[in-house]
């Protein structure tokens, strides 16, 4: 993280920014609104180029906390864990639970910011995490969204009449499905094509070593999400799957050349022929050097 010593933290106050929070009176209206009492705001924001932003809540929040980053990056810490916010990436903070988030020094970040509750927020939060826990999430760009969000910003700045707030938290909603839904709404952005495309990649730099982290990255998802659709496609992990390419690649150097298993490693980007040995026997049944000389007698 940035060295942030020295320098002088805000929690707000930022050249361009937009923030609304309701009144107590208007939130006590909301709660006993049956159409939208379910799920609605009591914050709404708008941080660009956010220098300097901090914000720690050591009891945190009794609303959930959904922090967008478009520019930039910054820092997200729950409960001892830290999480990045990069461009078209998101987070939702759950409530109750001490956290503290700050802006890049280097590079501070433009977020879109909203805090939600209601009987049906629960429900919501979950479907978003897995297993409770928050995790950091990349989205496709859409300018939709951004309409969306302007489109509540202006509402509640004319006033918090009862058909603004209404339409505000419906907004809320499709806004918020979005993002938690945006696999389904957005099918095209999360095809199997994209597997087929990191599958491609995986076959054409069979010489090179990639961590998992690296094949999510290229693919521009994170890790869980990358693993989850992978594995749908495919049935195995993205690490299994290309370790198998490389085994098979390997077969076809034992078969049709004389190469040591050296020579073969470095073709295949393993760095250490035990190991090679070990998961080439893992798959194939055989030693390479057995593989070889059944195979190549027939």
């Known amino acids: ?90 987070i939702i903070i759950p409530k109750n639970i001490a956290h503290h988030y700050c802006t890049s020094e280097s590079d501070p970040w433009t977020i879109y910011w909203i805090h939600f509750t209601g009987e049906h927020a629960d429900q919501l939060y979950s479907r978003y995490a897995k297993d409770t826990a928050p995790e950091v999430q990349t989205i496709a760009y859409d300018e939709q969204r951004t309409e969306q969000f302007n489109l509540m910003l202006s509402l509640l700045e004319n006033n918090y009449s009862t058909r603004n707030i209404e339409l505000t938290n419906i907004k809320l909603l499709q806004f918020l499905s979005s993002f938690i839904y945006h696999e389904e709404m957005y099918p095209s952005h999360y095809s199997v094509d994209q597997v087929s495309i990191s599958i491609k990649f995986m076959k054409e730099n ?33 690490m299994q799957y290309f370790n198998q390419l490389k085994i098979q690649k390997s077969c076809q150097y034992l078969y049709f050349t004389d190469m040591n298993i ?37």
Do not use: W
């Open 1 to 90: 993280m940035d060295n942030l010593m020295n320098v002088r933290k805000i929690k707000e106050g930022f050249l361009g920014q937009q923030m609304i929070v309701l009144p107590p009176d208007t939130k006590k209206v909301v709660t006993k609104n049956p159409l939208i009492r379910g799920l609605y705001l009591t914050a709404i924001g708008y941080y660009p180029k956010a220098i300097h932003h901090d914000r720690e809540r050591k009891t945190g929040s009794q609303q959930y906390i959904f922090l967008y980053c478009t520019e930039g990056r910054g820092y997200v810490e729950i409960l001892k864990q830290r999480f990045e916010l990069v461009p078209n990436t998101y």
């Open 206 to 238: 069979l010489t090179k070593c990639y961590a998992i982290q690296e094949l999510a990255a290229h693919s521009n998802y994170s890790v869980s999400h990358y693993s989850d659709l992978f594995k749908k496609k495919t049935g195995c992990s993205p």
């Open 262 to 298: 050296k020579e073969i490693c470095v073709k295949i980007g393993f760095d250490d022929p035990y190991y090679f040995s070990r998961m080439f026997k893992k798959l194939m049944g055989s030693s390479p050097a057995n593989y070889r000389n059944i195979y190549k007698k027939k």
